[in-house]
Structure formats: C-alpha cells, structure tokens
C-alpha cells in the first residue's frame, strides 16, 4: 500500500492536469474510505485534504491543486516521492503550469519553510537527492536544471542554508556541473541561469557561482556568451556583494560594451580582464563544436 501511495503522491505533483487530477482525486478516496484499512501517513493525508476545503477544489486547475501539492511536501514519507514529480511542473515548459506551480511554492515557503530551518534543510537534501537520479534521464534534465533556477529564484535557500548549511547548495550546484559540457542551447543557458541565481548566496556558495558561471563568457556559442553577460550585468545590479565596489564600475563597462556576440577573440580578452578585476583566476572554456551531445 505504501508503494500506491507514493506513487499517486509523485503523479498528484507532475504537470500533466489530467494525471495530476486523477491522481489526487484517488489519493482523497483512499484517504476517506470506509472500507480501507488505515495505511502509511493517513492522519498526515487527511488532515492536509481536511484543510484543503476538497469539495471546492477544481482537480484540473493547477492553481488549485498546487496549494495541496506543497501541503503535502511537509510529510516526510511523501516528500522525494512528491519531488520527482514536481520536476516536471516547476520545469516544464508549460508557462501557465511554472507559474502555477511556482506560486504555490513560493506561499509554501512563506507559510512553512520559513519558520522552520530543518523543514528548509530537509527540502534541500530531498530536491538533491531527486536531481541525482533526475538527470540521469535525458528527458528529465532539462525540467531538473529549471527546477533548481525555479526554487533558487524562489529565495528559499536565502539567510539560512547558505549560512548554515552551505555544503547542500555546493552539492546541488555541483549536481548540474557536467551540463556545462552541453551544447544543448537550453540546457545551458538553464545551467547559466542557476549560477546567476545562486550569486545572491552568501559565501563560499556566491564565488563559487561566480567562477563556474564567468567562463560562460568564452563559450563557441555567441548567444550563450551574450546571454551569460546579461544575466551577470543583472545580477551584479542587483547584489552589491558580488564584486568589489571600486570594481564593479569597471566591469559592469566590460560587460556592457564588449560585442559578445561577435568575436570569440575579444570576449576572452573581456574575460581575462573581468579576472584581474576580481582576482578570480579563470580560463576561457575550450569546448568545441564537435563535442555536441
């Protein structure tokens, strides 16, 4: 019986309406059965069902049924099971189901997780532990790699884990790493925007962002390289902590007038320069076209 349920949690939580709604619609049944036994995490069900208002959900949209998915994230015995479903909701390329679901997450972290830093840390270790076995299949890793941009956007990490626990946000980063391998378009400029999320970290997780997410500037690929700049120029905007203030005029020049679209030659002197501003020794990426994968 635990095996069904996990199962249906893990589809209650995926992108697809209809299985999404069928799933959950099962889940209530079970949970509110006469004739079945009691089974794994019933109270826990029930009372987050109870809490729901069921009778009024609309099982098909998701912006009633995403409240009640990260409901359910607060049971640990659901929780990994929920999240591989989740991967393909917050990283599908459906904008009415990321924005759904993004929401959801986003008031799940309001009301739950931040008040609770173990609930934050156990969140952390299940959506590394999800994206280990995520990304070993093709189909899922881009959804895996928009997840983590998703959930760091999010702010969840913010204030707490990046300073208590900055070794999870290092495993989740180092988790993604081989994609920068990649010539797949989306996948890294995917890979490129959670290392942009991640510069609002606090030390030793913001350099460390820093440093994988500045060769990307060298990249074969023009739009890659432009894109990377953008989101630096942003980021440095944004989060004073990035680079030093009697730097950051300067780079913020690079970034804005080298033509990185144009000249591979010139964004790797770019680059070098923004290094010796930053003291941050990096190398241009030597990735060539027929390593394509």
Not at 41 to 63: E, H, I, M, Q, Y
Not at 103 to 132: E, H, M, N
Request: include cysteine; proline fraction near 4%.
């Amino acid at each position: 019986m635990e095996v069904v349920v996990k199962s249906l949690a893990r589809l209650f939580a995926e992108a697809i309406p209809d299985i999404r709604s069928r799933a959950g619609q099962n889940l209530l049944q079970l949970c509110k059965s006469s004739v079945m036994p009691d089974f794994f995490c019933k109270p826990d069900l029930l009372r987050v069902f109870n809490r729901s208002s069921t009778s009024t959900v609309s099982w098909l949209s998701g912006a009633s049924t995403f409240p009640i998915v990260m409901d359910l994230l607060s049971i640990p015995g659901l929780q990994r099971s929920m999240m591989f479903g989740l991967i393909s909701s917050l990283g599908s390329l459906t904008q009415s189901t990321v924005r759904e679901s993004n929401t959801a997450l986003r008031k799940y972290y309001r009301d739950v997780l931040s008040k609770d830093v173990t609930a934050v840390k156990s969140f952390a270790i299940s959506l590394r532990d999800t994206l280990q076995n995520a990304i070993k299949e093709e189909r899922l890793l881009l959804p895996a790699l928009n997840t983590l941009m998703q959930v760091f956007a999010a702010g969840i990490f913010c204030g707490n884990l990046d300073e208590q626990e900055p070794q999870l946000l290092i495993d989740l980063l180092d988790t993604v790493q081989h994609v920068r391998r990649s010539q797949g378009a989306l996948k890294v400029t995917a890979l490129v925007e959670i290392y942009s999320e991640a510069l609002q970290f606090s030390e030793p997780v913001r350099g460390l962002a820093l440093q994988r997410m500045l060769p990307f500037l060298t990249h074969v690929f023009p739009r890659i390289r432009t894109f990377t700049a953008t989101k630096l120029h942003e980021s440095i905007m944004t989060y004073d902590e990035i680079v030093p203030a009697e730097a950051s005029e300067a780079v913020s020049d690079i970034l804005n007038e080298t033509e990185w679209g144009f000249s591979l030659e010139k964004s790797q002197v770019a680059l070098a320069e923004i290094g010796q501003l930053l003291h941050i020794q990096v190398k241009s990426m030597l990735l060539k076209p027929k390593q394509a994968k």
